[in-house]
Nanobody, 115 residues
């Protein structure tokens, strides 16, 4: 079994910040890509950020300059630092990893940006 547990979601005002964490446990031997996706109401799930095992990062255009993804391989944890949050960032954020060409998903954590 592979388990992914997200934490750090919540309610924040526009312009504020949140930091998400996702810890992997269970049958973890060799993680390739770690990533964050999100799904807004009425929208498809979309990629937000990803990071390879060597530290190469990608960010969606909509979050460029505001979000930062990082990972701690010893702790098997991926992080997403979100700054300058906008109402459009509201949604359920999902952690995902790729191991041996298989993708695993967390349960998701709610992020709400509102006044």
């Amino acid at each position: 079994q592979v388990q992914l547990v997200e934490s750090g979601g919540g309610l924040v005002q526009p312009g504020g910040s949140l930091a998400l964490s996702c810890a992997a446990s269970g049958s973890i031997f060799s993680i390739n890509t770690m990533a964050w996706y999100r799904q807004a109401p009425g929208k498809q799930r979309e990629p937000v950020a990803s990071i390879t095992s060597t530290g190469i990062t990608t960010l969606a255009d909509s979050v460029q300059g505001r979000f930062t993804i990082s990972r701690d391989n010893a702790k098997k944890t991926v992080y997403l630092q979100m700054n300058g949050l906008k109402p459009e960032d509201t949604g359920v954020y999902y952690c995902s990893i790729v191991q041996y060409y298989r993708r695993y998903w967390g349960q998701g954590t709610q992020v709400t940006v509102s006044s």
